[in-house]
């Protein structure tokens, strides 16, 4: 077992690391920017280390600042949570060159998995269908227009090496085609140095859900269920559950036999996550997140799993304390993300409680919510043996929470929890626009 190490990330993610190596016997070092010095993940760890100033680019997305954290802290390993620099696989390199453990996929998986275009195709070697799209990467709008004529409008253009949301445009006509492909282009390589896109057909209003899968890279892999992520605002998730109310025993079972012989031939390690559109009977692969998703408790509470700690298991030691023959799913549980929609201090915080209500944050009173990161501040999960029973759960959940400093989208979330179409289970990716947007 390693005896430290270095968590690089902020907030939420890193409070969770910490409190799995605690129980581990792992020592953690947390890093953080200036802006970050009073966060709960700083207080927690039993070392800290500033990192640079706010701007990501000089902190948290700052390589070198990292590596020399990790060393000079005589840590033995590198958790990299979620966002920044997780599925970078440069940084997974520069982390196994330094004699350091990178807490994810080998660095040739990542690259493998990060590239839309390469990743759609391995799927597609391995049993997984994939949604009737362009075979590589296009390069310009000649050639995008021709592909699109050959799918049919509408179709949906999407950055090679993207993800949430960024260089992504739906496209109905192909008069709207030139300008959206610069459109996305120009995000793409803004957001992640890379202008190449792809193009598919795109599916109107169909299920997104997701499979998490763990591995220890010598052929063990499970699958803890899925999780439905439709409910998404500017194509950022609001609210998941685990199991998807759209997904049956049988396409469950089809969707992991294919996911797990793609695990099993990449020989990946730790934890993973599968996307796929679902519309009726058919599914689709999307991606793989090859990392720890912000909606991993879902998992963890419809299985009784601690996906972290079987992710630094999988990394470090080459195995799971995880049987996937055992895995059961038990119940339902479902997520709230509650985002921060302005900065500020935090005047009052009480936090719900009760039988299953898990609340996940880095939030304390008096602490100043920073203007430079990503806007969720907390994770209000709930867990009960029906869909129903976590749904008047989760609504007593949300009454209790009370956030005073800052405005919030606690009322937001109430309105989606108790609204008629959420309820019914019957609803796709559409959503939220279609429910809650305003003409």
């Known amino acids: 077992m390693i005896k430290r190490l270095l968590i690089a990330n902020r907030g939420e993610i890193a409070v969770r690391i910490i409190r799995t190596c605690r129980e581990l016997g792992i020592k953690t070092v947390a890093v953080y920017s200036t802006a970050d010095q009073d966060c709960l993940h700083v207080r927690l760890a039993d070392k800290a280390v500033c990192i640079g100033p706010p701007p990501s680019p000089q902190s948290y997305l700052n390589r070198d ?17 979620v966002g920044f620099l997780s599925e970078t696989a440069a940084f997974a390199r520069l982390v196994r060159d330094n004699g350091l453990i990178f807490i994810g996929p080998d660095p040739d998986v990542i690259d493998l998995l990060g590239d839309k275009v390469q990743a759609r195709k391995t799927a597609q070697e391995f049993g997984l269908p994939i949604t009737p799209g362009t075979a590589t990467a296009i390069a310009d709008p000649d050639t995008a227009c021709k592909a699109a004529l050959d799918l049919g409008f509408p179709v949906i253009i999407k950055a090679a090496s993207g993800g949430g949301g960024k260089g992504m445009r739906i496209v109905r006509t192909e008069a709207e085609l030139a300008e959206n492909f610069a459109l996305a282009a120009a995000e793409a390589e803004a957001n992640f140095g890379d202008k190449r896109v792809y193009i598919e057909r795109f599916l109107e209003n169909p299920r997104h859900v997701e499979l998490q899968l763990l591995a220890d890279g010598n052929g063990k892999v499970a699958v803890l269920g899925e999780r439905d992520c439709s409910v998404q605002k500017h194509h950022q998730k609001l609210i998941e559950e685990s199991p998807s109310p759209g997904v049956t025993a049988a396409m ?22 599968i996307e796929f559109l679902v519309e009726g009977n058919a599914f689709y692969f999307m991606e793989v997140n090859a990392r720890i998703q912000v909606e991993h408790p879902v998992s963890e509470l419809i299985t009784n799993t601690d996906i972290i700690r079987e992710q ?3 990394c470090t ?8 023959a055992a895995v059961q799913i038990n119940g339902w549980a479902i997520e709230c993300r509650i985002n921060a929609l302005t900065p500020g201090r935090i005047t009052r915080l009480e936090v719900p409680g009760g039988p ?18 990503d806007s969720m501040v907390a994770k209000l999960v709930v867990h009960a043996p029906s869909r129903d029973r976590a749904l008047r759960r989760m609504e007593r959940a949300l009454s209790e929470l009370c956030i005073e400093g800052i405005k919030t989208n606690r009322q937001e979330q109430q309105y989606i929890i108790e609204e008629n179409v959420f309820r019914s289970g019957n609803f796709g990716n559409a959503y939220y626009k279609q429910t809650f947007s305003t003409p």
Do not use: C, W
């Not at 299953?356 to 990161?373: K, T």
């Open 65 to 81: 600042n990292l590596l020399m954290a990790a060393i000079n802290t005589n840590s033995d390993a590198i958790h990299p949570g």
């Open 252 to 273: 469950r079972k089809r969707m992991s036999k294919g996911a797990i012989r793609l695990f099993q031939e990449l020989k990946y390690q730790g934890a993973g996550t």
């Open 356 to 373: 299953g209500v898990r609340f996940d944050s880095f939030l304390y009173a008096g602490y100043i919510v920073p203007p430079h990161y």
């Open 312 to 314: 630094i298991l999988a």
């Open 317 to 324: 030691e080459a195995r799971m304390e995880l049987d996937p």
